[in-house]
């Protein structure tokens, strides 16, 4: 038996232990509570980036989509969010195909892409309540603040973002992952213009995220370790 | 943390634009000064016979209107589809629909409000009678909203292309035609001793049609922007 196959006979003996013990809030959270992609096929003009994709994303888990420039990793994401309709194939959450579920998933997902969504003439605070508001949590000062120094932005929260470091800015985007209560991050390239410091932070705020049994999905250039979870990679060819 | 609510969101995003017009006053100030430049060419252009200014101030008043809202129309999207914060906002649990109504709303406190505020003002250049400008201001104040609102599905469609401008004025201008003739017809008609009634309730169901159709109708034209 390898490692694989004993792994997921743990796993269904853990969860129906769970299920025998707490049937209520287990029986959907075993069957459903997952993100699966079934042969998805995606392309931008007439050119293929990808097909036949598959694969399941269980709570706790962590992957990374790897693959050279332009081999459809923004893609691949950004239909996960929605934005991009597949050619072919289906994307199905918790049971239900994302496209019938709409507003449902995105209360339930959180995506971070190469934009950081920040106004240059709000503040480091102001931007974090609005956005955390769009994605449906009122975030309140205290929070919003203690949020912004868990980002190493003590001091800055006040100023307006344009006088900030691009660095500064993407931390600022990434606080946004402190107010949320999203089960699915989708994060493309986080690490971008990330100092040693900020990177370490931003494993150990997966690392939380996975250890709450949320799940990540994401993209990057850079050696990226989480502790406590095995990091699962999908490669686009 | 606390669940927001649609109201909220909706005070959220109006709260939002106001913010951030008030941070960019330049952008607000340059669609009011166009008004009143275009207004105030036109007594210079035409000459000062006080009848024939009477007669075209309604017309003048709107058209000029109608150009300066297009003006302002082009930044109602663009900027938040530029720092990606449009993403954010198809990405909400609520409805784009309502999201897009705050900005619609905020748009036209900003660059609607003002032209009404300004309107009576310019009016009196034109020697209108205290009474027309009354339905002027009433008509401005039913028919701008509906211009904003028509406006934003033309610039959701435009959004992200090359000289969208001139495209969104050529998709938009058309439809904003019949608020052009009630808006005008209402102060004609208060000018001939007619009732004005019909032509503001002909603008207020504008006005209720638009509410209805158009943050739909634009929240779909963004979702093909988008993709």
Redesign the interface.
């Given at each position: 038996m390898s490692g694989k196959q004993l792994n997921f006979w743990l796993l269904g003996a853990l969860s129906w232990h769970a299920i025998v013990y707490n049937p209520a809030s287990s029986i959907s959270g075993f069957l459903f509570f997952m993100l699966e992609v079934s042969n998805l096929a995606c392309s931008r003009g007439d050119h293929r980036l990808f097909s036949g994709l598959s694969f399941m994303l269980h709570p706790g888990q962590i992957m990374q989509v790897q693959g050279a420039n332009g081999s459809g990793k923004t893609s691949l994401l950004r239909t996960l969010c929605g934005f991009m309709m597949p050619d072919e194939g289906d994307i199905v959450w918790r049971g239900e195909s994302i496209r019938e579920l709409d507003e449902e998933y995105y209360a339930e997902m959180l995506y971070l892409g190469h934009l950081n969504a920040i106004k240059d003439e709000l503040s480091a605070l102001e931007n974090l309540q609005i956005s955390a508001g769009l994605s449906g949590i009122e975030l309140d000062e205290k929070e919003a603040l203690a949020a912004l120094r868990r980002m190493g932005l003590r001091g800055r929260e006040r100023l307006p973002t344009k006088v900030l470091s691009q660095g500064q800015r993407r931390r600022v985007a990434l606080a946004r992952l402190l107010a949320s209560d999203a089960a699915l991050w989708i994060l493309d390239e986080p690490l971008t213009a990330l100092d040693v410091g900020a990177v370490e932070l931003i494993q150990e705020l997966l690392a939380e995220h996975l250890a709450r049994q949320g799940m990540v999905i994401f993209t990057t250039h850079q050696p990226l370790q989480v502790a406590g979870a095995e990091m699962r990679s999908l490669s686009l060819s | 943390?606390?669940?927001?609510t649609l109201l909220?969101?909706l005070v959220?995003?109006i709260r939002?634009d106001l913010?951030?017009a008030m941070?960019?006053r330049a952008d607000v100030l340059t669609t009011l000064i166009f008004f009143v430049m275009v207004v105030s060419l036109f007594p210079l252009g035409v000459g000062p016979e006080m009848s024939m200014l009477r007669k075209m101030a309604p017309g003048v008043l709107w058209v000029a209107a109608l150009l300066s809202s297009m003006l302002s129309l082009g930044r109602l999207f663009s900027?938040d589809y530029?720092?990606?914060?449009l993403?954010?906002?198809?990405?909400?649990?609520?409805?784009l629909s309502m999201?897009v109504l705050g900005k619609m709303t905020a748009h036209w406190m900003v660059s609607g409000l003002p032209l009404v505020l300004m309107a009576p003002v310019l009016g009196l250049q034109f020697d209108m009678p205290v009474q027309a400008l009354g339905v002027l201001i009433i008509g401005l104040l039913l028919g701008t909203p509906v211009l904003s609102m028509v406006g934003a599905i033309g610039a959701a469609l435009t959004l992200g292309l090359r000289g969208g401008g001139v495209l969104l004025s050529l998709l938009v201008l058309p439809l904003c035609i019949p608020v052009l003739i009630f808006g005008t017809g209402a102060v004609e008609a208060v000018s001939t001793g007619l009732s004005v009634a019909s032509h503001l309730s002909l603008l207020g169901a504008l006005l209720v049609l638009a509410l209805v159709f158009t943050p739909w109708v634009t929240a779909q034209a963004l979702r093909i922007s988008?993709?």
């Open positions: - | 943390m606390k669940k927001s909220g969101l959220l995003v939002r913010v951030l941070r960019r900027a530029l720092d990606g914060t993403e954010q906002m198809m990405l909400a649990p609520q409805s999201l988008m993709e």
